[in-house]
């Protein structure tokens, strides 16, 4: 049993809210226990310049957290995403293109805007997961206003931590199981069971081959149940 009562295989409680906010094409709030991110879908009719005339639409992502979205205050980036930023919101827009076809989105770009209120662990594959929803209502919102006839998703995507707390594979880690790990790993998977990304490390030593499969299939079965999370909210059979 863990500090916060879950087994090593459950997720903290969660819960997306989408139409969040009022403007953005798609909206979503998801709450992974402590850890709170608000995504926001934005269409845009353009595309970057490699992909001029290619027909092909785009993807991608921003990432940030609020000053005091940890427990002190972190300043903001005033004069450019830092390191950990660039690599966190490639990371969140690789994961949601992983389930698109980019021709069928037409020449037109969606970003995805992720920004961490409140921080408590496994805020880019909290993002990722939110994200999600937030595209799947901004592509619903294309084929709304005709500028689409079918949706360009080919899969949902979600994502989660897992790691070695205490000797112990644990899904989901808050910042204090986290801040100890032996060993930790995002992991991006598809709804079809494909891995988009894995991001691990041994925070002290190192780990085996079997352990890593241990831990993957640990991720599977919390993707699984987020997925179907997902496919709650968006009201989808």
């Known amino acids: 049993m863990r500090a916060d009562g879950r087994a090593p295989d459950a997720l903290r409680p969660v819960r997306i809210q989408r139409a969040f906010t009022r403007f953005a094409e798609g909206s979503v709030l998801i709450e992974m226990g402590d850890t709170r991110v608000l995504c926001t879908a934005s269409v845009e009719e353009r595309v970057p310049p490699f992909l001029l005339n290619s027909g092909r639409g785009w993807v991608t992502a921003e990432y940030s957290m609020l000053p005091r979205s940890t427990l002190t205050r972190t300043s903001r980036e005033r004069s450019g995403s830092g390191g950990r930023t660039q ?6 827009g690789r994961s949601l293109r992983a389930a698109v076809n980019t ?18 662990g496994g805020t880019r594959t909290a993002a990722i997961t939110g994200a999600m929803v937030a595209l799947h209502d901004a592509c619903s919102w294309l084929i709304s206003r005709g500028y689409l006839q079918k949706s360009p998703l080919i899969d949902m995507v979600a994502a989660v931590s897992v790691g070695i707390v205490d000797g112990v594979p644990v899904l989901d880690l808050p910042y204090e199981e986290d ?8 992991v991006v998977m598809l709804a079809s069971g494909g891995i988009v990304e894995v991001q691990g490390t041994a925070e002290r030593g190192s780990f085996s081959r079997a352990l890593l499969d241990e831990l993957l299939d640990l991720a599977k079965g919390g993707i699984d ?5 997902q496919r709650e909210a968006l009201q989808l059979s």
């Open 87 to 92: 690599e966190i919101q490639r990371l969140i």
């Open 103 to 120: 021709e069928k989105l037409g020449a037109r770009t969606i970003t995805l805007d992720c920004d961490v209120l409140q921080a408590d």
């Open 179 to 186: 801040a100890r790990a032996e060993t930790d790993s995002n």
């Open 225 to 229: 149940r987020l997925v179907a999370l």
